[in-house]
C-alpha cells in the first residue's frame, strides 16, 4: 500500500512540474514577442538606436509571426503605405 501512494504523490509532483514549465515556457514566448515588438519600433523611429527600417521589418515579423498582435498591426499599416 505504501508503494502506491508513494508512486501516486510522485507521479502528482511530476504532473506539477511539467505544468509549471509548459506555463513557463508559454510566458516566455509572450515575453520574447514582446521585446521583439518593442526593439522593432525602436529600429522603426529611430528612438534610442539608429533608425534602421529593414531591421525593424525583420523583429516586427518575427513577433507577429509569434501572434503578436501589434506586430501584426504594424506590419499591415506599413504595407498599406507602400
Do not use: H, P
Amino acid at each position: 500500500m505504501l508503494k502506491k501512494v508513494i508512486f501516486y504523490v510522485v507521479g502528482c509532483l511530476v504532473l506539477v512540474a511539467i505544468a509549471y514549465l509548459l506555463k513557463r515556457t508559454a510566458k516566455q514566448k509572450d515575453e520574447d514577442s514582446d521585446s521583439l515588438f518593442d526593439l522593432g519600433y525602436s529600429y522603426m523611429f529611430g528612438e534610442g538606436v539608429e533608425k534602421n527600417i529593414e531591421k525593424a521589418i525583420i523583429l516586427l515579423k518575427r513577433a507577429a509571426e509569434q501572434g503578436y498582435e501589434r506586430a501584426q498591426i504594424m506590419l499591415e499599416s506599413i504595407n498599406d503605405n507602400k
